[in-house]
């Protein structure tokens, strides 16, 4: 050190301050992570945005347009009705600073039915999120397939309308990798993201957490559902709530919604 910084240092320990809180380099983000809630399981996703506000941290859910109404028929053995919520209950989420982006219209994959009606049923849901969510816009909006299932044609379409779609990793992401590159253009409008189910996904979520950690870095979007025992791939309510302690003491990550990201390149 030399004698005027230690002079600078002596001063500053003499009046009770310590360096490393006067340090006003910042960190750089190299890390970037999105949880993505899909579905809307009303239970779990109440408790999620309970935990991201303890941490001051905002929630990133996607949901089903139809989920709510009398006509919604269960999808396979985790989307219950009855375990839904409704669009009064995502503007609450809204209302409290939490991103809420369309999941699908009533969970078909579409990339089993025909293209015409698949591309129907994604502008019945945009239309139902413009009409019904508040502040929405699509132009803004981050389109997250059902069961992560697109391709090049569907993507064409939903992009005519919305500023990004989420999908399969293993569609978008090459040489292997798990990370999106973070996004330094307005143009980034394919993201990949990763899941694993259909029992607790827990140790998986702490093994790839880690390591993108201790790699060089990107933007790691991963795929959750509910908590506990709602919804495939479930994550528990505690394990999560300690991963994102953990978490935001790491200066070099950012734990962020998809579109808060996205807005880093506007
Ligand atoms: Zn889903």
């Not at 064409?156 to 992401?173: F, K, M, N, Y």
Request: hydrophobic residues 35%; aromatic residues 10%; proline residues 4%.
């Amino acid at each position: 050190m030399i004698r005027r910084e230690f002079i600078k240092s002596s001063a500053l320990v003499s009046l009770g301050i310590s360096l490393s809180n006067c340090d006003t380099e910042k960190t750089p983000i190299t890390h970037y992570l999105s949880f993505s809630f899909d579905d809307g399981f009303l239970k779990s996703f109440n408790r999620a945005a309970e935990i991201h506000e303890e941490y001051g941290l905002k929630g990133c859910f996607n949901v089903i347009a139809t989920a709510h109404l009398p006509s919604f028929r269960q999808v396979g053995d985790y989307i219950i009705p009855d375990l839904m919520g409704s669009f009064n209950d995502w503007n609450r989420l809204v209302s409290k600073g939490h991103e809420v982006m369309p999941h699908t219209w009533e969970h078909l994959r579409l990339t089993e039915i025909p293209l015409s009606q698949a591309k129907k049923n994604i502008d019945k849901c945009l239309d139902y999120f413009e009409q019904n969510l508040d502040g929405y816009n699509s132009a803004n909006a981050v389109y997250n397939y059902a069961y992560n299932a697109s391709n090049d044609e569907l993507d064409a379409h939903t992009l005519q309308r919305v500023r990004t779609i989420r999908t399969g990793g293993w569609l978008v992401i090459e040489d292997d990798k798990i990370v999106n590159p973070i996004p330094t253009s307005p143009e980034t409008n394919k993201l990949g993201c990763w899941a694993d189910g259909p029992g607790l996904c827990d140790n998986y979520i702490q093994e790839t957490v880690n390591d993108f950690l201790k790699g060089d870095g990107g933007w790691l979007i991963l795929n959750l559902h509910g908590f506990d025992d709602e919804g495939w791939g479930p994550v528990s309510t505690n394990y999560y709530d300690n991963l994102l302690k953990r978490l935001v003491e790491i200066k070099s990550l950012k734990v962020l919604p998809v579109g808060e990201v996205l807005k880093i390149s506007a």
